[in-house]
């Protein structure tokens, strides 16, 4: 009987090892319902994975599809299973026993406002994210940017500002890096400037201000990069907006989004026509120092001053039609491919009068020019690109993508200039530009808080410039041969990179990057027959810390080395005249400005204040500073010869730059919001150039303040109040600016569309005036680019999801939202 027992315990033994084994090697089904947990709304690309129970590492793992769902298949076993979404708490089941097919129901995520990743401070339309190396201003409803354009977003943006020329600077620093959905793009053009007054805001779903750039972006940009991602949608079925505006001075215009979304395909078009007048006028005052001089240059005699006014009226019509179409597929549910097409066509017209009045000492008139330049512009632009994205499902993050971009741009620019009523000079400039991008970047994470990536990116860009001038001359233009010119530039950069990124014990984060870029350029002057090559290899070492005290209070520090190449305006030789006596001349053997820059910032959240502030400072060497001096040539004004004045970019010495930022957000109720941004810095320049000293000592800051409150009536009221203060450079001083704007907004229809109100630059104090002093003159100007303008706009919304949703939704097409995001 023992034995019977002893054989049959043996026998059961034996199975049940068996079965062990059989179901070791079983894989089962396991799916479920990620959710957010405040509106039960689904979370579409949230990851799921597996760890194994005793040593954390990642077995398998997947993503939740368009309705918040997985179905992923897993080796039986104990697992901890964690659901992350970017913005959201994670959440984990510890040791869970997995031995058959479960269904885990609704897994609810938290929104997570103060990781250091990712810091949300959230007003009740507008957001600012702040990561580990940028802002992220999230447009939302602003309503002093409704109706208007890009220009106008960014001059509402943190750490941003945009001059009366649409001039864009980041702290102060005017050599910024604009990116479109994290790509250099045709809606930037030849001027981006222009450009960016062109495409509407309601394009815009957000703008990352990236003031410490990881390795993984291009290292031009001295002052930093601004992305500017534009709105798409992944919502099922079809769903878009569509805003018609109207103002004065006469402006109107209509744009659109729409998106459908049918299985495993998701068609998207942004399609937006305006049109805008924008007077503007200056005046210039100029007393001109006259000397004989002796045959070997030397000043014998002091001569009677010339001199001059001049007033001069800005008539400019900008009409445009831009539209951007694309479809994205996905191919499987961790491979996607996307193509789309960009078209941008503008057809802008400038009269500019300019009124010289040649006066004596005493202010008397003793002659007077009268000049019209009426400009007719033409420009257009076509963009093919094409994305490919592969998410790994072996690890959540691990993915691998590619990029081709070709974009052609041509810009006809022409002018028939009469003085006193007679036709006098014709100008014309074209200029075609091809341009091609190919980019790869890959993203491997290591363990569950580390991340490895590399990648390369190559711009070929070839420009060619062809100017004309001719003077009329025996009833008939004869051209300047010394002046015309055709100019090839050709740039060739070609970049690798690499960086790794970890995060210890949930406090200390860091990003270690470097970048190698080999550049190529040739300058060919095809009229003069002159031919120049310059290459150069540069090493772009970045780190971005990161420590976090609490929940509440975090500290950053960022470094990087960046470079300034200078385009071709800046190097072509042949002149450009804005009049009679002034002109534009390039320095052909301008070299690139390298700098270095320290960023160090804090964060703190305290009730209802959060206060993000940062310290930095910046070296710079050969740095571009545009100087002013006589050329030796005269022209006759009023029976008088009046001095050319030419203003070229040259290579200083050196240049510091150290400044104190800080933004701060006050929300006491729902439904008041104020922010505030100041900034204040100081710009030394050192150099010499021809025996002339340009050191300059510039201190300057600016302060912006946005005020949010909702009126009775559910009536949105926005005030944005900003003063930059007074600046100064070796031969300049600018005198200080205030700028003032309202708007007030309703929702309307079930708060399924808005209207929206605004007046900009309310006391049409938005002008420039500056005093010029050099060795030949002294000048003193003042210059409005645009008068007060009032706007209203109405937008309309079908099918589209609101609040956080909405923001998700639109995250497509801005590049990867990971912990490390370059």
């Known amino acids: 009987m023992n034995l019977i027992k002893q054989v049959v315990c043996s026998l059961l033994l034996f199975i049940f090892c068996l079965n062990v084994q059989a179901q070791s090697g079983k894989e089962i089904t396991i799916t479920g319902h990620v959710i957010e947990r405040e509106t039960s709304l689904p979370l579409e690309y949230a990851t799921v994975a597996f760890r194994n129970s005793t040593d954390n590492s990642v077995v398998t793992g997947g993503i939740t599809d368009d309705q918040g769902k997985f179905s992923i298949s897993v080796p039986v076993g104990t697992y901890n299973i964690s659901?992350?979404?970017?913005?959201?708490?994670?959440?984990?089941?510890?040791?869970?026993?997995?031995?058959?097919?479960?269904?885990?129901?609704?897994?609810?995520?938290?929104?997570?406002?103060?990781?250091?990743?990712?810091?949300?401070?959230?007003?009740?339309?507008?957001?600012?994210?702040?990561?580990?190396?940028?802002?992220?201003?999230?447009?939302?409803?602003?309503?002093?940017?409704?109706?208007?354009?890009?220009?106008?977003v960014l001059d509402n943006v943190p750490s941003v500002s945009v001059d009366v020329e649409g001039n864009i600077a980041l702290r102060g620093n005017d050599n910024v890096t604009i990116l479109i959905n994290g790509k250099p793009s045709g809606l930037v053009g030849l001027s981006s400037n222009e450009a960016l007054n062109q495409l509407p805001a309601d394009a815009i779903e957000r703008v990352e201000v990236i003031t410490s750039p990881s390795a993984r972006y291009d290292a031009e940009g001295t002052g930093g990069i601004l992305n500017i991602i534009l709105r798409r949608s992944k919502l099922q079925g079809l769903n878009g907006s569509i805003t018609a505006n109207g103002g004065?001075?006469?402006?109107?215009?209509?744009?659109?989004?729409?998106?459908?979304?049918?299985?495993?395909?998701?068609?998207?078009?942004?399609?937006?026509?305006?049109?805008?007048?924008?007077?503007?006028?200056?005046?210039?005052?100029?007393?001109?120092?006259?000397?004989?001089?002796?045959?070997?240059?030397?000043?014998?005699?002091?001569?009677?001053?010339?001199?001059?006014?001049?007033?001069?009226?800005?008539?400019?019509?900008?009409?445009?039609?831009?539209?951007?179409?694309?479809?994205?597929?996905?191919?499987?549910?961790?491979?996607?491919?996307?193509?789309s097409v960009f078209y941008k066509n503008n057809d802008n017209s400038s009269n500019t009068t300019n009124d010289i009045l040649e006066v004596d000492s005493d202010?008397?008139?003793?002659?007077?020019?009268?000049?019209?330049?009426?400009?007719?512009?033409?420009?257009?632009?076509?963009?093919?690109?094409?994305?490919?994205?592969?998410?790994?499902?072996?690890?959540?993050?691990?993915k691998l993508t590619f990029d081709f971009q070709y974009e052609n741009t041509s810009e006809d620019e022409n002018s028939l200039i009469t003085e006193n009523g007679f036709d006098s000079e014709q100008v014309r400039t074209l200029e075609e530009q091809d341009r091609v991008l190919l980019q790869t970047d890959y993203v491997l994470p290591l363990g569950e808080d580390s991340q490895f990536e590399f990648g390369y990116r190559g711009n070929f860009n070839t420009l060619d410039t062809d100017y004309t001038l001719a003077y009329y001359i025996d009833d008939e233009f004869v051209?300047?041969?010394?002046?015309?010119?055709?100019?090839?530039y050709k740039e060739r950069i070609n970049a690798v990179y690499t960086q790794y990124g970890n995060k210890i014990k949930d406090k200390f984060s860091y990003l270690l990057g470097l970048r190698m870029e080999a550049t190529g350029i040739v300058i060919d002057q095809v009229t003069s027959d002159d031919y120049e090559d310059k290459d150069y290899l540069g090493l772009f070492p970045t780190v971005n810390l990161g420590y976090e005290f609490s929940e509440d209070q975090s500290i950053m520090l960022g470094y990087n080395r960046r470079i300034r190449r200078p385009r071709s305006r800046y190097i072509n030789p042949f002149p450009s005249r804005s009049s009679t006596t002034n002109l534009f001349q390039g320095n052909p053997d301008l070299d690139p400005s390298y700098s270095s820059s320290v960023d160090l910032g804090y964060l703190y959240k305290f009730g209802d204040v959060t206060l993000n502030s940062s310290i930095y400072y910046q070296h710079a060497t050969d740095v571009f500073t545009f100087i002013t001096e006589a050329t030796g040539e005269t022209v006759v004004v009023g029976g008088t010869d009046i001095p050319v004045i030419k203003r070229s970019p040259i290579n200083l010495a050196t240049n510091d730059r150290y400044g104190f930022e800080f933004t701060t957000t006050y929300s006491p109720t729902k439904k008041w919001n104020?922010?505030?941004?100041?900034?204040?810095?100081?710009?030394?320049?050192?150099?010499?150039?021809?025996?002339v000293n340009f050191d300059a000592d510039n201190l300057s800051w600016f302060i912006r303040l946005n005020n949010k409150v909702t009126l009775p009536g559910e009536i949105d009221w926005q005030t944005r109040l900003m003063y930059r203060g007074p600046e100064e450079d070796a031969q300049n001083k600018t005198d200080g600016m205030f700028y003032c704007s309202l708007a007030f907004s309703k929702e309307v229809f079930n708060?399924?569309?808005?209207?929206?109100?605004?007046?900009?630059?309310?006391?049409?104090?938005?002008?420039?005036?500056?005093?010029?002093?050099?060795?030949?003159?002294?000048?003193?100007?003042e210059f409005q680019f645009r008068?007060?303008?009032?706007?209203?706009?109405?937008?309309?919304?079908?099918?589209?999801?609101?609040?956080?949703?909405?923001?998700?939704?639109?995250?497509?097409?801005?590049?990867?939202?990971?912990?490390?995001?370059?």
């Open 248 to 339: 004065y001075p006469n402006a109107a215009g209509i744009s659109g989004n729409i998106n459908y979304r049918t299985g495993n395909f998701n068609f998207f078009n942004t399609t937006g026509y305006s049109y805008r007048e924008s007077p503007g006028e200056s005046t210039t005052e100029t007393e001109y120092f006259n000397y004989e001089y002796d045959d070997d240059g030397n000043v014998i005699d002091d001569l009677e001053n010339t001199y001059l006014n001049e007033y001069r009226d800005y008539d400019r019509i900008r009409k445009g039609l831009n539209t951007n179409f694309g479809v994205e597929w996905y191919i499987t549910d961790n491979t996607s491919v996307t193509g």
């Open 787 to 822: 008068q007060r303008s009032f706007n209203l706009a109405f937008t309309y919304r079908f099918n589209q999801q609101k609040s956080r949703q909405d923001r998700r939704d639109n995250e497509g097409g801005g590049g990867d939202e990971m912990e490390f995001e370059g």
């Open 83 to 152: 659901f992350e979404y970017i913005s959201f708490k994670k959440q984990t089941l510890q040791n869970r026993n997995l031995s058959k097919n479960i269904d885990l129901g609704n897994i609810s995520l938290v929104l997570d406002t103060e990781s250091l990743a990712e810091v949300e401070i959230i007003a009740e339309k507008t957001t600012v994210d702040i990561k580990l190396d940028k802002k992220i201003y999230n447009v939302g409803q602003d309503l002093t940017v409704s109706g208007g354009t890009v220009s106008d």
């Open 674 to 691: 104020v922010n505030a941004n100041f900034n204040f810095y100081n710009s030394i320049t050192r150099g010499d150039y021809n025996g």
């Open 363 to 398: 202010g008397n008139l003793i002659n007077e020019t009268y000049r019209f330049d009426p400009e007719l512009e033409d420009d257009k632009t076509i963009q093919y690109a094409l994305n490919f994205d592969k998410q790994f499902s072996d690890k959540p993050g691990h």
């Open 479 to 488: 051209t300047d041969t010394d002046v015309s010119n055709n100019l090839v």
């Open 751 to 781: 708060k399924n569309a808005s209207i929206t109100f605004n007046v900009s630059d309310v006391f049409n104090s938005m002008k420039r005036s500056m005093l010029s002093t050099t060795e030949t003159y002294i000048s003193d100007s």
